[in-house]
C-alpha cells in the first residue's frame, strides 16, 4: 500500500511545525507558583516587601505626587493632603517599572504610558488597564505595606 503525500498533508504538517514553534518560543519556561517573586524587562528579579514593612514617612510622600519604591514594586502617592494612595510600580503595558511621579500622573518611560495618582486609572496608552492598588497602612507619620 502506498501513500500518496497531498497539498492538504503538506499544510496541515507545516502549520503544526510552526504552532508548536510559535507555543515554545512564546513559553515562560518556569511554573507559576504564586511567588512574589517577578522578572523585569532587564531579567533582573525583585521580590516586593513583606507585609509590615515601613516604606516611608508620610512626610515624604508629596501633596500631588508620589514616590516609587522599585525593591517593593509599590508607588505611593498622596493626591490630597493627608490622603494616601499606593499602586504596583508594575506598568500594565509591557511591565517595565515605572520611573517617576509628576503633574498628577505615574510615568512610566518604557512607552510613555501614564496613570493617575488618585486611583491608577490609564491617563495616557499604550497601556490600557490600570495599575493594581496596592494596600498599605498609614499610621502616625508612618507608611506600611499591608
Not at 111 to 134: C, M, N, Q, W, Y
Amino acid at each position: 500500500m502506498t501513500y500518496e503525500t497531498t497539498r492538504r498533508t503538506v499544510l496541515l504538517a507545516t502549520g503544526a511545525t510552526g504552532a508548536v514553534a510559535l507555543v515554545a518560543a512564546c513559553g515562560g519556561g518556569g511554573d507559576d507558583n504564586g511567588s512574589t517573586s517577578t522578572s523585569s524587562p532587564t531579567g533582573q528579579e525583585s521580590t516586593r516587601a513583606p507585609a509590615g514593612e515601613e516604606l516611608t514617612s508620610t512626610d515624604e510622600i508629596p501633596v500631588g505626587g508620589g514616590k516609587i519604591f522599585k525593591d517593593q514594586q509599590v508607588v505611593v502617592t498622596q493626591p490630597e493632603q493627608g490622603r494616601f494612595k499606593a499602586f504596583s510600580a508594575i506598568c500594565t503595558h509591557q511591565r517595565c517599572t515605572v520611573a517617576s511621579v509628576s503633574d498628577g500622573t505615574i510615568n512610566c518611560v518604557c512607552h510613555g504610558s501614564k496613570f493617575h495618582i488618585a486611583d491608577g486609572s490609564v491617563a495616557h496608552g499604550p497601556a490600557t488597564r490600570p495599575l493594581p492598588a496596592e494596600k498599605i497602612t498609614v499610621e502616625g507619620d508612618s507608611v506600611r505595606l499591608a
